[in-house]
Protein backbone atom coordinates (compact mmCIF):
# COMPACT_ATOMS: atom_id res chain seq x y z
CA UNK A 1 0.00 0.00 0.00
CA UNK A 2 2.77 2.64 0.72
CA UNK A 3 5.33 1.79 -1.84
CA UNK A 4 2.13 2.44 -4.45
CA UNK A 5 1.51 5.79 -2.37
CA UNK A 6 5.02 6.96 -2.47
CA UNK A 7 5.92 5.39 -6.19
CA UNK A 8 2.76 7.62 -7.43
CA UNK A 9 4.19 10.86 -6.08
CA UNK A 10 7.62 10.04 -6.18
CA UNK A 11 9.32 12.62 -8.73
CA UNK A 12 7.06 15.67 -6.77
CA UNK A 13 8.97 13.75 -3.55
CA UNK A 14 12.67 14.16 -4.93
CA UNK A 15 11.36 17.82 -6.67
CA UNK A 16 10.67 18.65 -2.80
CA UNK A 17 13.65 16.76 -1.19
CA UNK A 18 16.19 18.49 -3.47
CA UNK A 19 14.12 22.11 -2.61
CA UNK A 20 14.84 21.22 1.02
CA UNK A 21 18.43 20.03 1.27
CA UNK A 22 19.70 22.79 -0.71
CA UNK A 23 17.63 25.66 1.41
CA UNK A 24 20.75 26.08 3.45
CA UNK A 25 23.39 26.14 0.82
CA UNK A 26 21.91 28.66 -1.38
CA UNK A 27 20.88 30.68 1.64
CA UNK A 28 24.06 30.88 3.19
CA UNK A 29 25.79 31.00 -0.26
CA UNK A 30 24.19 34.11 -1.23
CA UNK A 31 24.77 35.50 2.45
CA UNK A 32 29.10 34.79 1.67
CA UNK A 33 28.63 35.55 -1.41
CA UNK A 34 27.39 39.47 -0.52
CA UNK A 35 29.55 39.23 2.73
CA UNK A 36 32.29 38.22 0.54
CA UNK A 37 35.27 40.11 2.72
CA UNK A 38 33.98 38.40 5.57
CA UNK A 39 33.98 35.37 3.82
CA UNK A 40 37.40 35.67 3.15
CA UNK A 41 37.69 36.26 7.04
CA UNK A 42 36.07 33.10 7.79
CA UNK A 43 38.59 30.89 5.58
CA UNK A 44 41.68 32.69 6.90
CA UNK A 45 40.39 32.05 10.84
CA UNK A 46 39.79 28.40 9.96
CA UNK A 47 43.41 28.60 8.55
CA UNK A 48 42.28 27.40 5.11
CA UNK A 49 45.07 28.23 2.13
CA UNK A 50 44.70 30.85 -0.14
CA UNK A 51 41.66 32.33 1.59
CA UNK A 52 40.26 34.25 -0.99
CA UNK A 53 40.25 31.33 -3.54
CA UNK A 54 38.94 29.19 -0.12
CA UNK A 55 35.44 31.93 -0.18
CA UNK A 56 35.40 31.70 -4.31
CA UNK A 57 34.85 27.76 -4.15
CA UNK A 58 32.83 28.01 -1.00
CA UNK A 59 30.50 30.59 -2.86
CA UNK A 60 30.77 28.84 -6.12
CA UNK A 61 29.52 25.46 -4.30
CA UNK A 62 27.29 26.52 -1.80
CA UNK A 63 25.32 29.13 -4.30
CA UNK A 64 25.89 27.86 -8.03
CA UNK A 65 26.14 24.15 -7.26
CA UNK A 66 23.21 24.45 -5.11
CA UNK A 67 20.40 26.03 -7.67
CA UNK A 68 21.89 23.80 -10.14
CA UNK A 69 20.48 21.28 -7.60
CA UNK A 70 17.19 22.40 -6.66
CA UNK A 71 16.47 22.48 -10.62
CA UNK A 72 18.09 19.18 -11.39
CA UNK A 73 21.02 19.85 -13.68
CA UNK A 74 23.85 17.19 -13.56
CA UNK A 75 21.85 15.99 -10.58
CA UNK A 76 24.16 12.93 -9.71
CA UNK A 77 27.83 13.70 -10.28
CA UNK A 78 26.52 17.55 -8.03
CA UNK A 79 25.30 15.70 -5.46
CA UNK A 80 28.31 13.78 -4.71
CA UNK A 81 30.25 16.45 -5.06
CA UNK A 82 28.12 18.51 -2.57
CA UNK A 83 28.00 15.10 -0.37
CA UNK A 84 32.13 15.91 -0.16
CA UNK A 85 31.78 19.17 0.70
CA UNK A 86 29.29 18.34 3.23
CA UNK A 87 31.70 15.85 5.09
CA UNK A 88 34.66 18.00 4.59
CA UNK A 89 33.56 21.53 5.83
CA UNK A 90 31.99 18.72 8.71
CA UNK A 91 35.57 18.25 9.85
CA UNK A 92 36.98 22.03 9.20
CA UNK A 93 34.47 23.75 10.44
CA UNK A 94 32.76 21.63 13.10
CA UNK A 95 35.65 19.39 15.13
CA UNK A 96 33.57 19.76 18.63
CA UNK A 97 36.01 17.06 19.78
CA UNK A 98 38.38 19.75 19.87
CA UNK A 99 36.23 21.98 22.16
CA UNK A 100 34.55 22.10 25.26
CA UNK A 101 31.33 24.15 26.77
CA UNK A 102 28.77 25.72 24.79
CA UNK A 103 31.04 25.57 21.32
CA UNK A 104 31.35 21.41 21.92
CA UNK A 105 27.43 21.02 21.91
CA UNK A 106 26.94 23.60 19.09
CA UNK A 107 29.82 22.08 17.02
CA UNK A 108 28.60 18.43 18.04
CA UNK A 109 25.54 19.22 16.27
CA UNK A 110 25.99 20.50 13.24
CA UNK A 111 28.81 18.10 12.75
CA UNK A 112 26.61 15.49 12.77
CA UNK A 113 24.07 17.55 10.99
CA UNK A 114 26.39 17.61 7.76
CA UNK A 115 26.84 14.05 8.27
CA UNK A 116 22.62 13.67 8.09
CA UNK A 117 22.79 15.85 5.12
CA UNK A 118 25.60 13.97 3.24
CA UNK A 119 23.22 10.94 4.06
CA UNK A 120 20.52 12.51 1.81
CA UNK A 121 22.76 14.21 -0.90
CA UNK A 122 24.52 10.66 -1.20
CA UNK A 123 20.50 9.35 -2.11
CA UNK A 124 19.92 12.13 -4.45
CA UNK A 125 22.83 10.79 -6.13
CA UNK A 126 21.81 7.53 -6.31
CA UNK A 127 18.15 8.46 -6.73
CA UNK A 128 18.39 11.13 -9.88
CA UNK A 129 17.08 14.48 -10.24
CA UNK A 130 13.26 12.90 -10.99
CA UNK A 131 10.94 13.60 -13.97
CA UNK A 132 10.64 17.35 -12.24
CA UNK A 133 13.96 18.62 -13.25
CA UNK A 134 16.32 19.11 -16.14
CA UNK A 135 17.84 15.78 -16.00
CA UNK A 136 14.22 14.27 -16.27
CA UNK A 137 15.97 11.69 -14.74
Not at 36 to 42: E, I, L, P, R
Not at 55 to 60: L, Q, T
Not at 73 to 79: E, H, I, K, Q, V
Request: charged residues 10%.
Amino acid sequence: MFDAMFDRQRDWLILLARILLMILYVSAGWQKMWGFAGTVGAMAAYGLPIPTVAAIVVVVIEFLVGIALVIGLWTRPLALLMAVYTLATAFIGHHYWTMTGAAYGANFVNFYKNVSITGGLLLLCVTGAGKYSIDRK
